[in-house]
């Protein structure tokens, strides 16, 4: 920009110079008023040769530079040459003139001219003024001749060029300086800027630790430390927003309920772990899905339907693996102005609480049912005796004594009840005590034996059993309540023997691993069908139900012994296939002592 104003105002100011040093020029090389009225003069008079001399002093005397190196003619109006101030030239005078340009202006009465010519040969310009000379008389004018002036221009350009040749240096040092100053200026300028361009590309980056050098109070400054206070800010806003986004994440991870977000076309954007695990999908590939298609809903819902009336929704992922009962509850993501951007689900697993309620619900079924029956007997039959019966020696005795046995079950089964109640609770307290488990295992053989021996006596029984024992010789301590183990023993002795066949073997073992203790009570029985091997331990529940209400079982002789056997640390579990008998397995935590320790003495 420097260097084309220069140019502008060179060009500019070379032709100015021109132009007034010309017109400077010209006004020098004129003739005076005077010397024209006398050359006017000269020409008039009839006598040539003296007027021919006049004329020459007259030309001799005019005020011409003499840098200028003019040639004067005078030339009358027939076309001779009357005089020149060129002394070595003198012998034109009273030749013909050959210039066009004066013949033109004696012949056709113009007004005069001036031109500037080239000449080749000498390599100069030269300007050619030709004056016409008019002599007035009586009110007229008469051309007499003209005054022919030519002059060279060679001073007038050279000062020119001297002036244009000062001009460029000064040009030049001007340009030179002005790029050194804006090299200087533009470094001052460029260096704080391409420091802020970096620091704002490292900030970009995630990168706040670098400082913008503050050089001085101007705008430059105020901006570099603007962008320092940016930088600090940003970071503070990043570690906030990282914080607050870790906490999200940690929060979300640890739930445990789903939880999916979605963007306004309901694709979801955020999905937690928890919700993958309950829904069975990649965290990758579920972004961008439809949640319609995450949950399976496509079917029964659109997206208007849950953005319109977001609600509660149950949704069953039961397999024949596990049981899945998801609870959805939709709401929607709005901002301040009510725009709706997306979709929130959280989703609770519901399957226990569900569970919970189908065996409430199937408990005070169980219950209702259970107590109705032996209350409709005992009904009946007292009815019956209320009606005469009681009179009759033979039939009361009957009544009364089926009466008392249904009276006497209803109060098994509220014991039993009670007892789970407060195990469920938690208000069932065990007496733990060191017990020798073989010396207690059999202790508990040996009072069935001694029954099956009393009925085989007394024929008290159609069919006949054994008892085979299988024991380890060592001694297994295990601490345990005695009379809540004795409890599940003879539920689990009690029926193997209803479901063993005549002359059947109930096998006992007692073994021990590098930590448990296993019992086992096998018989060969009917066996359990494979479908209800896994709710045998449930509450009520009878695999052969006619076959055990009539021989006075309640249903929760097993479901007392599951809740006692894991309230020791141990396991129960059954093992069974149908036609081939079952066995019960008991699993107790052991842990084995050395012989000849004292088991009594504390430390």
């Not at 027939?78 to 009273?94: D, L, P």
């Not at 001085?216 to 927003?241: H, K």
Request: charged share 25%; hydrophobic share 35%.
């Amino acid at each position: 920009m420097l260097i084309i104003t220069l140019e502008i105002v060179g060009a500019v100011f070379v032709q100015q110079l021109e132009t007034q040093n010309l017109r400077q020029f010209k006004n020098q090389i004129s003739l005076q008023r005077y010397v024209s009225t006398n050359l006017t003069s000269q020409l008039s008079r009839s006598d040539s040769a003296a007027a021919n001399k006049q004329i020459r002093i007259l030309l001799s005397d005019a005020n011409i530079p003499s840098t200028a190196n003019a040639q004067i003619r005078v030339i009358d109006s027939k076309g001779t040459i009357r005089g020149t101030n060129e002394a070595n030239n003198q012998q034109i005078v009273g030749q013909k003139t050959t210039d066009d340009t004066v013949k033109k202006v004696i012949y056709n009465n113009s007004a005069g001219s001036e031109t500037t010519t080239f000449d080749a040969s000498a390599n100069q310009y030269y300007y050619i003024k030709v004056t016409p000379l008019i002599k007035q008389s009586s009110g007229s004018s008469t051309p007499v001749g003209v005054v022919y002036i030519r002059a060279s221009l060679e001073s007038v350009y050279d000062s020119i060029s001297k002036v244009t040749g000062i001009y460029l240096v000064a040009a030049v040092v001007a340009v030179g300086l002005g790029l050194v100053l804006s090299i200087v200026i533009s470094r001052a300028i460029t260096v704080p800027i391409t420091e802020m361009k970096e620091q704002t590309q490292r900030i970009a980056r995630g990168d706040y630790s670098g400082q913008v050098e503050i050089y001085g109070n101007d705008e430059l400054g105020q901006l570099a430390s603007a962008v320092n206070n940016l930088s600090v800010r940003v970071e503070e806003a990043q570690e906030s927003t990282e914080s607050e986004r870790r906490r999200l994440n940690s929060v979300m991870a640890h739930m445990t309920d789903g939880v999916i977000a979605t963007d306004r076309r309901g694709n979801v954007t955020i999905i937690n772990e928890t919700a993958v695990e309950f829904l069975d999908v990649d965290s990758d590939q579920a972004i961008g899905q439809s949640i319609l298609d995450i949950l399976n809903i496509r079917k029964r819902y659109t997206l208007r339907d849950l953005l319109e009336d977001p609600d509660e929704i149950m949704l069953d992922f039961s397999s024949d693996d596990h049981d899945l009962i998801l609870q959805a509850y939709f709401s929607l993501i709005q901002r301040e102005s009510g725009f709706i951007s997306g979709l929130a689900c959280v989703l609770h697993d519901v399957t226990e609480q569900q569970k919970i309620d189908q065996d409430r619900k199937q408990f005070v079924s169980n219950v209702s049912h259970e107590l109705r029956t032996p209350l409709t007997s005992v009904r009946s039959y007292i009815e019956a005796l209320s009606d005469g019966a009681w009179q009759d020696p033979e039939i009361a005795p009957k009544f009364l004594k089926v009466t008392q046995e249904e009276t006497d079950r209803m109060i098994r089964m509220i014991n039993d009840l009670l007892t789970l109640s407060r195990m469920d609770s938690g208000t069932q307290k065990l007496n733990l005590e060191l017990v020798n488990l073989n010396e207690l295992f059999n202790y508990v053989l040996n009072r069935f034996d001694m029954i099956i021996d009393s009925n085989e006596q007394n024929d008290r029984s159609d069919k006949h059993y054994s008892i085979k024992r299988e024991f380890t010789k060592r001694d297994l301590w295990v601490e345990i309540d005695t009379d809540r183990f004795t409890q599940v023993l003879d539920n689990i002795m009690n029926n193997a023997i209803k479901y063993s066949p005549d002359g059947g073997v109930i096998t006992c073992r007692l073994i021990e691993t590098h930590n448990n203790v296993i019992m086992s009570i096998a018989d060969q029985g009917l066996g359990i069908p494979r479908a209800d091997i896994p709710h045998v331990f449930d509450r009520f529940y009878r695999v052969d139900k006619a076959r055990s209400r009539a021989q006075g079982g309640t249903g929760l002789g097993l479901a007392i012994s599951k809740e006692v056997i894991q309230s020791l640390g141990g396991k129960i579990w059954v093992e069974s296939r149908e036609g081939h008998g079952s066995t019960f397995y008991i699993s107790l935590p052991y842990e084995p002592y050395d012989e000849g320790e004292d088991l009594w003495d504390e430390a």
